[in-house]
């Protein structure tokens, strides 16, 4: 059964950074690509980041795109997603997700719970 648990989310000022991080307690990490989405008030849900199996290839939005970096740890069943230069436009629970294959481009199986990061100007 899998189980994603996110954490490092918060309130910050723009410009700063922040590093989310999600837990897999299932038995089935290591074999799925995960992602990240977001989703802001009034909005629908977002991609943001995904990651494969090895972690060699990952893709973006455009909106992260040069200031978002995605990284697992699989020994540690946890993927991790790093955004820099925060923008208020960046306000939004995020939410952590395993794919159904190996690859991000593959449909969503599992989402997390949540975590809401708000970015004050």
């Known amino acids: 059964q899998v189980q994603l648990v996110e954490s490092g989310g918060g309130l910050v000022q723009a410009g700063d950074s922040l590093r989310l991080s999600c837990a897999d307690s299932?038995?089935?990490?290591?074999?799925?690509?995960m992602g990240w989405f977001r989703q802001a008030p009034g909005k629908e849900r977002e991609f943001v980041a995904g990651?494969?199996?090895?972690?060699?290839?990952?893709m973006f939005a455009e909106s992260v795109k040069g200031r978002a970096t995605i990284s697992r740890e699989n020994g540690r069943n946890t993927v991790y997603l790093r955004i820099i230069s925060l923008k208020p436009e960046d306000t939004a629970v995020y939410y952590c997700?395993?794919?159904?294959?190996?690859?991000?481009?593959?449909?969503?199986?599992?989402w997390g719970q949540g975590t809401q990061v708000t970015v004050s100007s």
């Open positions: 997700a395993l794919y159904r294959g190996g690859s991000p481009n593959s449909a969503v199986a599992s």
């Open positions: 299932g038995r089935t990490f290591t074999s799925y690509a």
């Open positions: 990651i494969s199996v090895s972690g060699a290839y990952t």
